[in-house]
């Protein structure tokens, strides 16, 4: 089956946005067009993401204001598979979270308690914290080594986050540090993990056999998909490079330029 092909008989696009649809704030030129296509030929898409620094209602206006119209519906973030592995594993667990004020409101809307309290603290939940502190790195220390039993989530391990000049660090760099101190790892519910795509499916009602992931990091986005059975796209439009490329051992199922290759294939 050729690369046309494959895109052709997918019916769910899981796209990565940031190195995949925008970088940064710009966005790329065949997006809107993309975006618009999927929508007409009867298929669907949702924006996944890791970055767990901006609400659902965050990345609306965001992307309202880079001219994509979107709705809470057409997201699944690594804040929402947060939720849905607390739910199912910690329910009524006390949160202290080390990240933004919009992933503590994420996790309250979904019905959790959020405190800064390590005395009162059930479990740990980290994520790219855009307004870390170091107040926040020695609380979650001091749970890691005094409570080595804790529940420690993260909602994902990528090392850097790109901005236009380059990258920052991400969650999984804020977590290489605390494992220095520590010696844990937490548990990572966004991807590489499985769930996010599985989440997708299950909300959608589509199968693997139906559902691409697409992305420009081969750790995170193309792992992912392998994961989870999916179609894996790996595009070159962001993180990866031809090198990082050649030395994986993760082999995505196909590598395209950029996004613009799925347009094509899809007109």
């Known amino acids: 089956m050729t690369t046309a092909e494959r895109i052709r ?17 710009d966005l790329y030129d065949f997006t809107i067009d993309l975006l618009k296509t999927i929508r007409e030929s009867g298929r669907r898409y949702l924006f996944v993401t890791n970055n767990s620094s901006k609400s659902v209602k965050d990345y609306i206006t ?9 709705d809470y519906d057409d997201f699944l973030t690594s804040s929402q598979a947060a939720a849905y592995y ?6 009524d667990a006390r949160l202290y979270v080390c990240g933004t004020e919009s992933l503590k409101e ?11 309290d390590p005395e009162e603290t059930d479990c740990i939940v980290m994520g790219n914290d855009t ?5 926040k790195l020695y609380d979650v220390s001091k749970l890691l080594l005094t409570r080595p039993d804790i529940p420690y989530i993260a909602t994902n391990l990528d090392y850097v986050c790109p901005t236009y000049f380059g990258s920052v660090p991400d969650c999984g760099s804020f977590c290489d540090m605390l494992y220095n101190v520590s010696k844990r790892r937490p548990v990572s519910v966004g991807k590489p993990s499985p769930l996010m795509p599985q989440l997708a499916m299950e909300r ?5 056999d139906q559902t691409a992931m697409i992305g420009d990091r081969i ?11 999916v179609l894996a796209i790996l595009v070159m439009s962001g993180e990866t490079t031809q090198e990082i490329l050649d030395a994986s051992e993760d082999r995505p199922d196909l590598v395209l330029e950029s996004a613009a290759e799925i347009l094509e294939a899809l007109r």
Not at 62 to 70: D, P, Q, T
Not at 106 to 116: Q, S
């Open 9 to 25: 008989n997918t019916q769910l696009f899981l796209f990565d946005m940031d190195g995949t649809l925008y970088l940064d704030n």
């Open 86 to 91: 607390l739910k199912l594993h910690h329910a």
């Open 219 to 229: 750790y995170t986005d193309v792992k992912s998909g392998l994961n989870a059975g």
């Open 106 to 116: 994420e996790l309250r809307r979904e019905g959790f308690t959020v405190t800064t």
């Open 62 to 70: 965001k992307l309202e204001r880079l001219g994509i119209a979107a």
């Open 131 to 135: 307004e870390l502190t170091f107040q």
């Open 204 to 208: 959608t009602g589509y199968s693997a």
